[in-house]
């Protein structure tokens, strides 16, 4: 990337495991979160891990917004309008908001192995009305197990690709590429992320019945499917 | 199977994808329509295509519930509570019905990579209010490409089971696992089909977009998830 990644909730496992693959394929990395000196902390031990050329940095989540203008985010979902409202004033024009969150029940006590209905359809279309205009949303990394993540081995998983803008979307397979094990996938419209989202809800609860760090893999498509889309 | 496979819609390219491989699996199969003639020539069809040995014959939809007590459903979205109703009377207390409908938009004139709200969650669960008494209803298959089923290539699909009556998600794995390439996993309650059915729409968009055949499988569980579940 030309730009450095800002990891909104890099301090849970999800965003954390994202930024520790992301600093060890030499991307710079921007840990946000509430709390200046928790990013830090992450930051810190991403270092440890990726190594002392890890380009790694923890700020505060408005101000991370405002360091790039390539924005992932990972909070839980009961978090992620009350955050969008509050740093919305950092995100630059331009800037692309890469969305992994899943409306889990657990976000209001139900189970994690449920989604909650958006009004908008899913969690990815309510980002897109909550951002500045002129930012550009994309969902993707939903089904990426946090523990295989963190982990050193190679993820076994496919990203599926939704957004309406073809450049945004396109920096997002270069993201997923970056992944050991990762293939890209165009998966169409911002409006597909619903079944990502419910797609994330499906594995969580294959993990707890079967025990196990689940991901998908899709089968049958020409081999150029699997390349950076569109 | 100690009993006939009715495949209701068996003359549709799913029902007839996997009649014919249960067929040639050695399973007698039943396909049922509207229209008992065209029953018996898809059944022809299919004995051309599995070998004269193959225990396939065709019957009206009812006669086909009443002949055995596993049905399976592979109707589109918009004439399955007429089927059903339809049906109610010839289905036999104690039976199975694998229900691999799935809500598709196209049912009423809009795009087959969406899916319509269904009230009660999913298909299989207004399946599950519309069939008799005592009638044990388990969802699979939606996911199994129509195209590799209707071939002759294995079928690198797993098949997730979901259902609440153990015995009955028992003879869905079982089927599953006749058709080669096919896992079966299980999936939890039949709450949970409706991800099954979203996964469909999120495959009939791939395959439009990348023209592919494509299907899902399930990494990062321990090799015991994959077997015939409970």
Redesign the interface.
Known sequence: MSRAIAVLGGTGPEGFGLALRWARAGEAVIIGSRDAQRAQQAAAKIKQRAGEQAQISGLENSAACAATDLIVLTIPFEGHAPLLKQVKAAIRAGSIVIDATVPLASSVGGRA?RTLGVWQGSVAQQTAELVPKGVFVVAAFQNT?AE?LNGDSSV??DV?VCGDDPNANQIAHALAAKIPGVRA????KLE?A???E??T???I???I??????????????E??YQSGR
Chains 1, 2 share one sequence.
């Open positions: 192995s197990s295989v076994e998983c599926i996938i165009d998966g169409g597909n619903r079944i990502l419910h797609i809800a499906l594995l609860g294959l993990n019945r079967h025990k196990g760090h689940s991901g998908i893999r899709i089968t049958g498509l020409p150029a499917a």
